[in-house]
């Protein structure tokens, strides 16, 4: 397998999909590469955990 460049459709800079993360998709059995760089993937999930603090802050305090 080879490294492929692909194209990041949050920020449209190029980035690697390595042929190591290509293996570990096909064995997760993910049929879709990914679509968004790491920097975007990672920002992505950092906003979701954002939302899901500020909604459990209303409800319930969670320890440090
Ligand atoms: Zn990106």
Do not use: H, W
């Amino acid at each position: 397998m080879e490294d492929k460049t692909l194209v990041c459709r949050a920020c449209s800079q190029e980035f690697v999909f390595t042929a190591g993360e290509q293996e570990f998709y096909q064995m997760k059995g993910f049929e879709n590469e990914p679509k968004d760089c790491k920097d975007c993937r990672i920002a992505k999930k950092q906003e979701r955990r954002n939302q899901r603090m500020n909604r459990n802050s209303d409800q319930q305090e969670e320890p440090t």
